[in-house]
């Protein structure tokens, strides 16, 4: 996946997630630790993973050291 696709996806989850939370809120307990059929179960670890990988690939682009 380019950057481009990364940071598309990390708008879409974004979306979602907004849009998750106006219909039911989002406590806090879902937010960090959901149950595994959660709608935020392994959330916060791809919005994470696509957030590092979109920094280093920024990075990349202009040759710098993250």
Same mark, same amino acid.
């Given at each position: 996946m380019n950057k481009q696709e990364m940071i598309t996806k990390m708008i879409e989850m974004q979306k979602k997630f907004q849009e998750f939370e106006t219909a039911n809120g989002v406590d806090p307990q879902d937010y960090f630790t959901p149950e595994d059929s959660h709608f935020l179960?392994?959330?916060?670890?791809?919005? /994470?993973?696509?957030? *590092?990988? %979109?920094? /280093?690939?920024?990075? *990349?682009? %202009?040759?710098?050291?993250?």
């Open positions: 179960s392994g959330y916060r670890q791809e919005y /994470a993973d696509l957030a *590092a990988a %979109v920094n /280093a690939a920024a990075h *990349a682009e %202009v040759g710098s050291k993250a």
